[in-house]
């Protein structure tokens, strides 16, 4: 067996690693990155809260519905408007219930009006953002597993590809078009470094995501198997406080409670961002607590949590916090790399900054797909006929880099044809995404592979520049009425379906316009190079 040099070592793993995983890293990588807007998309897909403007008074609207709907209750929870939800969201738990995620009402209000707003059901921007890392339709544990070895062959693929190209730099600033292999791989290098710090880092972060899942032996055998032991102590999660349920015993004594506009006011102060959320204990009872929570934070170590402020609900009068440990310097590390994969501290520059990036690890990886196979070419034409694998790459290639955006596009669709009352509702809207992008893993074997990439690409196009013309008909949601009220939110959705659109017609044009090699018509060689010919055979 010949033997290999370690570069050429490196460009047989890069190959491979990068081919045997690249459609599951193509689809992690693509709903990864429009996961960076996942609450965007969410609003988007609910266009009953478009009409939702957030003003100064939008919290004391809050509090008068939750006065109207539950004076009684143990706890109020009110989420504020933000920049990329300007709806209000409350819920509240009834007196001896259990306060947490599970339990209590929830109502979405007009952050306007205060009047409450019959909100389609969707998952909306969160199956895209559960699907880049647990997938859909199996056990959640042995998904994330499938992920995290997915994201380690990412991390080989990275490094072997640096080692492989030694002039990796230099050939970033080299584009040959029309020249086939050359092009592919040209266009491979040039998103591979143009984004690479990005690449790396959000690749080693998101397996550091992973940590305590592929390596729990020694967390586990310190606190005997009690992982909550540990993040409790090492303060990676906070459990909340159940002060509706500490303070039942007895009979509460009523209570006028405080406005909450000073309150909010003392936050603005402190918090340039201002408060996120709301919570009310005992409301309405000399017990009343009232807790602001900072929108965000901008803290990578932190992991973008923001801090609190607590106050007596009857006087106003603030109330001491309870002391946060410091974070240990493992934790700080830890925080910095998963807060700069969530990025939820970020605003929309560096939100943007990162979705442009994604879309170019998308597009390395695509480009790679598409460069096994064309490189593969002359092979094929020497046997004169198409191997079984290659047949199944060109097939996988299809369903998947032109498929998946479609699936996407159907999933939007769903969203805005499918009745507001239809039962189970927001899985129908997944059936749709994944009854359609099996469709598209299926057309290629019916079709000849170029125009089976024509034919997704094309109808991907028509359903992404549909989208925007369908908001049209729905109040508040067509893009002039966004432009004219400068809501930027719904505007740069339906600027970016557009932008879609374009780019996969583009493609399909580009793709039309092709001709292979073995089909162009040969080219005239130059009058020098005939003279020279005739000068030989005389």
Request: glycine share 8%.
């Amino acid at each position: 067996m010949k033997q290999l040099g370690f570069r050429q070592t490196n460009a047989w793993l890069h190959t491979w690693t990068g081919l045997l995983l690249g459609w599951l890293l193509y689809a992690v990588f693509l709903t990864g990155t429009l996961s960076f807007f996942h609450q965007e998309i969410s609003f988007w897909m609910k266009p009953e809260l478009h009409g939702s403007v957030a003003d100064g008074s939008s919290a004391e609207r809050a509090i008068e519905r939750l006065q109207q709907l539950a004076p009684d209750a143990a706890q109020w929870s009110i989420s504020l408007p933000t920049e990329r939800n300007p709806a209000l969201d409350v819920q509240w738990f009834a007196q001896g219930e259990r306060v947490g995620r599970g339990g209590g009402q929830r109502l979405t209000l007009n952050a306007a009006t205060g009047e409450p707003l019959e909100v389609r059901e969707t998952r909306g921007g969160g199956f895209l953002y559960r699907f880049h890392f647990e997938l859909y339709g199996m056990p959640r544990v042995t998904a994330r597993w499938i992920v995290a070895i997915a994201t380690m062959v990412m991390l080989v693929a990275i490094v072997s590809g640096v080692v492989t190209h030694k002039k990796i730099f230099k050939d970033f600033f080299t584009f040959r078009p029309r020249k086939g292999q050359r092009s592919w791989l040209d266009a491979h290098n040039a998103t591979a470094v143009l984004a690479l710090p990005f690449h790396f880092m959000i690749t080693y972060s998101g397996l550091l995501l992973f940590m305590y899942m592929l390596m729990p032996w020694g967390v586990s055998s310190a606190y005997q198997g009690d992982m909550q032991a540990y993040f409790s102590e090492a303060g990676n999660r906070r459990g909340a406080p159940e002060r509706g349920a500490e303070r039942s015993a007895g009979v509460p004594v009523a209570a006028e409670l405080t406005a909450i506009a000073p309150l909010l006011a003392q936050a603005q102060q402190q918090w340039p961002r201002g408060a996120a959320s709301i919570q009310v204990s005992n409301p309405n009872t000399q017990r009343a607590q009232i807790e602001l929570r900072e929108h965000g934070g901008d803290s990578l170590i932190e992991r973008g949590r923001g801090q609190q402020m607590r106050f007596d609900g009857v006087t106003g009068a603030p109330l001491a916090m309870p002391a946060t440990p410091p974070t240990s310097v493992t934790n700080a590390v830890y925080n910095v790399f998963s807060s700069l994969h969530l990025i939820r501290f970020a605003g929309p520059p560096l939100r943007w900054l990162f979705f442009i990036s994604g879309l170019l690890g998308t597009a390395m990886i695509a480009t790679g797909l598409v460069l096994w196979v064309v490189k593969r070419l002359p092979e094929r034409r020497k046997l004169g006929r198409t191997p079984f694998g290659h047949r199944l790459v060109e097939v996988l290639n299809v369903g998947t880099v032109a498929g998946l955006p479609l699936a996407i596009a159907a999933y939007f669709w769903a969203n805005r044809l499918l009745p507001a009352g239809l039962a189970q509702r927001s899985d129908w809207e997944i059936r749709s995404f994944l009854i359609i992008w099996l469709l598209c893993l299926l057309h290629p074997l019916l079709r000849s592979h170029k125009r089976a990439w024509q034919e997704q690409l094309v109808a991907g196009a028509v359903l992404f520049a549909g989208l925007p013309l369908f908001s049209l008909a729905l109040p508040h949601s067509g893009l002039p009425a966004s432009l004219a009220s400068g809501n930027w939110l719904l505007a740069s959705m339906d600027l970016t379906l557009l932008a879609s659109a374009a780019l996969l017609a583009w493609a399909a044009y580009k793709l039309g316009c092709h001709q292979p090699a073995a089909t162009r018509s040969p080219q005239r060689p130059p009058r020098k190079a005939l003279a020279s010919a005739e000068e030989v055979s005389a």
